[in-house]
């Protein structure tokens, strides 16, 4: 039986950080590999602080061939909608998210950082805080559809017996908000726009073919598990996508969707647009141990 990342599931944590790094000249996939799993290996369950340690899919699958899962590629090209809206690719090497307390965080970042200087550089780091509860930059609920702790493990994680058993794939978005243009609009127009309502996200009877809950349904591209945050200031802000399943295909689906490649584009994508983007593989607990230093 294989051992999944704690961290995927571990709800509650107000601060986070999500840092990407980009493997030196030099430095194969083998050394970035084990390099960063003993950077998980190093982190006491004393710390007060939860890491999740993930991959570029084809770099995971040089150093681990044996641990990876089937048919997962990066995020190598972008997504470009009919009309060019583009959701960019900017796939890194490695991926490190951290959540906790925030003065905790940022011991664990700095460590982490000091410690794989020598084979990574910091490409992107963005600082995530959780904002009344449950709720994004927009005002509404995140996470409405998201499944119960008790049947997520079976939709995140890849099962036993599979290549990369107890591994699950992770979506990472940074998304900025076009937050006075947001605020432009009435309840019922942002309503509208979400296919939800803004005080308890009750799905619209009526929600336009539009709207994100639309063009992001479960029930049509499949289910995920979201850890999205808002991120920044209140002069530049927005969302984290933080997307977990145990196949690519659903987080790619709705992705296209979004951008109106099976349909109409989706609404919120008007107020909000995508900077980053790139796919991990979270390898199983047990198989990040076997190749730390």
């Known amino acids: 039986m294989a051992y999944p990342q704690t961290g995927i599931l571990a709800l509650g944590t107000l601060s986070h950080a999500y840092l990407e790094f980009d493997r030196r000249d030099g430095i194969d996939a083998a050394a970035l590999v084990a390099a960063a799993a003993g950077v998980a290996a190093a982190r ?5 602080v939860n ?22 590629t990066g995020f ?23 959540g906790g307390a925030h003065d905790l ?43 119960t702790l008790v049947e997520a493990p ?30 432009t609009l009435d309840t019922a127009a942002q309503e509208l ?25 479960q029930d049509t591209y499949g289910q995920i598990f979201r850890r999205n945050t808002p991120y920044g200031t209140p002069a530049e802000h927005g969302t984290m996508f933080v997307g977990f399943c145990a196949e690519q295909r659903p987080l790619a689906a709705m992705l296209e969707s979004m951008a109106g490649l ?16 790139a796919y991990y593989v979270i390898p199983a607990a047990d198989a990040l141990a076997a190749v730390a230093n």
């Open 76 to 98: 190598d090209a972008p997504v470009v909608g009919p009309d060019g809206f583009t959701m960019p690719a900017t796939q890194h090497d490695l991926v490190l998210w951290f």
């Open 262 to 277: 099976d349909g109409p584009r989706d609404e919120l994508t008007r107020y909000t647009r995508p900077l980053t983007g």
């Open 193 to 217: 726009a979400i296919g939800r309502t803004k005080p308890d996200s009750i799905e619209l009877d009526d929600k336009p073919a539009t709207s994100h809950a639309a063009r992001t349904d």
């Open 51 to 72: 890491l999740v340690v993930g991959f570029r899919p084809q770099l995971w699958a040089a150093a681990a061939p044996s641990a990876a899962p089937d048919g997962v």
């Open 105 to 147: 965080i940022f011991d664990a970042v700095t460590e982490a950082t000091t410690a794989l200087a020598d084979v990574a550089v910091v490409a992107e780091e963005t600082i995530g805080w959780s904002y009344h509860r449950d709720r994004d930059l927009t005002g509404f609920i995140d996470g409405t559809e998201n499944p």
């Open 154 to 183: 079976a939709l995140v994680y890849v099962p036993d017996g599979a290549p990369g058993a107890g591994g699950s794939v992770l979506l990472l978005q940074k998304w900025e908000h076009e937050t006075p243009e947001w605020m």
């Open 44 to 48: 006491s369950t004393l710390s007060g």
